[in-house]
């Protein structure tokens, strides 16, 4: 067996910087901490972060009053920020920029009376908490068949912004739906997909040519993640999405197969390299890492824990 490595894979700026605030709030704090949302969509990092006494709750009723709150990487709405600081919740914000952009961009959509069309899933925190920005003003589309369909009070002033965790291809034809409905149509300077989502989607579009199968190591709840094994997936081979090495089968396998593996964004590279070790263990598996794009991107911890840096 052949085992074709993407790079990159796994951790992302905005996961590095998020666990890293969490992290770093357990050394100075210590437990019990409170964290709004999970802190990235995979089972293995809660679930570690649990074990330490790190609460992850889904309403701030849960945190006592004067408690610590950390906002998780996909961010929150204002209406959360409100209700954080009228129970004087020491709030420690880890949403990662990228989603803060997107928040941004709606800010000014919003102030200019534009009515919003935001692309991305339904029930997706990040969607949640941008939605936040301008509840009365935003239209979610999911698919090219919303974006058909869906209705604005004035089809000259429609502007767009999307999920930073959307798959390229599908994000790229959703617009051009809208644009073609909506001539005038705004969005935004930059694309709102982030820089990571699509380095690691190019990178399985590349290997997936040469595999016979693809390994996507990240949780089911992970936007990015699961868009990864459906680019597998559209280009003809059988591809998984799994949270580790418990998760394979060996009959998913034969002997003399190329298996291309990645690693979502917020996924542990402790797992993908589990899953090497299985192929290694079951077929004697050789690896051979492919670099697609080098990624030399680093966020700042909110500013109450970068005195801590080195």
Same mark, same amino acid.
């Given at each position: 067996?052949?085992?074709?490595?993407?790079?990159?894979?796994?951790?992302?700026?905005?996961?590095?910087?998020?666990? @890293?605030?969490?992290?770093?709030?357990? %050394?100075? +704090? *210590?437990?019990?901490?409170?964290? +709004?949302?999970?802190?990235?969509?995979?089972?293995?990092?809660?679930?570690?972060?649990?074990?330490?006494? !790190?609460?992850?709750?889904?309403?701030?009723?849960?945190?006592?009053?004067?408690?610590?709150?950390?906002? /998780?990487?996909? *961010?929150?709405?204002? @209406?959360?920020?409100?209700?954080?600081?009228?129970?004087?919740?020491?709030?420690?914000?880890?949403?990662?920029?990228?989603?803060?952009?997107?928040?941004?961009? !709606?800010?000014?959509?919003?102030?200019?009376? +534009?009515?919003?069309?935001?692309?991305?899933?339904? =029930?997706?925190?990040?969607?949640?908490?941008?939605? =936040?920005?301008?509840?009365?003003?935003? %239209?979610?589309?999911?698919?090219?068949?919303?974006?058909?369909?869906?209705?604005?009070?004035?089809?000259?002033? !429609?502007?767009?912004?999307?999920?930073?965790?959307?798959?390229?291809?599908?994000?790229? %034809?959703?617009?051009?739906?809208?644009?073609?409905?909506?001539?005038?149509?705004?969005?935004?300077?930059?694309?709102?997909?982030?820089?990571?989502?699509?380095?690691?989607?190019?990178?399985?579009?590349?290997?997936?040519?040469?595999?016979? !199968?693809?390994?996507?190591?990240?949780?089911?709840?992970?936007?990015?993640?699961?868009?990864?094994?459906?680019?597998?997936?559209?280009? *003809?081979?059988?591809? +998984?999405?799994?949270? *580790?090495?418990?998760?394979?089968?060996?009959?998913?396998? /034969?002997?003399?197969?190329?298996? =291309?593996?990645?690693?979502?964004?917020?996924?542990?590279?402790?797992?993908?390299?589990?899953?090497?070790?299985?192929?290694?263990?079951?077929?004697?598996?050789?690896?051979?890492?492919?670099?697609?794009?080098?990624?030399?991107?680093?966020?700042?911890?909110?500013?109450?824990?970068?005195?801590?840096?080195?």
């Amino acid at each position: 067996m052949r085992i074709l490595l993407a790079a990159p894979r796994g951790f992302c700026a905005g996961v590095n910087m998020a666990i @890293e605030t969490l992290e770093r709030a357990l %050394r100075r +704090y *210590g437990p019990p901490l409170y964290v +709004y949302h999970e802190i990235v969509h995979n089972r293995w990092v809660v679930n570690e972060f649990v074990q330490r006494g !790190v609460h992850f709750v889904e309403s701030l009723d849960l945190v006592p009053n004067g408690g610590i709150v950390i906002f /998780s990487a996909h *961010g929150v709405s204002p @209406e959360i920020r409100r209700e954080a600081a009228a129970r004087n919740l020491h709030v420690i914000d880890a949403t990662c920029p990228l989603v803060t952009k997107v928040h941004r961009e !709606v800010q000014r959509f919003a102030a200019m009376g +534009y009515t919003i069309l935001l692309i991305g899933h339904a =029930g997706h925190d990040e969607i949640i908490g941008t939605m =936040g920005e301008a509840p009365d003003l935003i %239209r979610l589309i999911k698919d090219e068949e919303e974006a058909l369909t869906v209705d604005v009070p004035d089809p000259e002033h !429609v502007a767009y912004t999307t999920q930073t965790t959307l798959s390229v291809m599908d994000a790229a %034809r959703i617009v051009e739906c809208l644009r073609r409905r909506f001539p005038k149509l705004v969005g935004p300077a930059r694309d709102d997909i982030c820089y990571a989502t699509q380095n690691r989607q190019e990178a399985v579009l590349e290997l997936a040519r040469e595999a016979d !199968v693809f390994l996507v190591v990240g949780s089911q709840n992970s936007s990015n993640s699961r868009r990864l094994a459906e680019i597998a997936q559209r280009t *003809g081979i059988p591809a +998984y999405l799994v949270d *580790g090495p418990e998760d394979l089968k060996k009959e998913w396998f /034969s002997a003399e197969q190329t298996v =291309g593996i990645t690693a979502g964004a917020s996924a542990p590279e402790h797992l993908v390299q589990g899953c090497i070790e299985f192929l290694r263990a079951h077929f004697f598996a050789t690896v051979e890492e492919r670099v697609i794009r080098t990624e030399n991107v680093h966020f700042q911890l909110p500013p109450e824990l970068r005195q801590d840096q080195p």
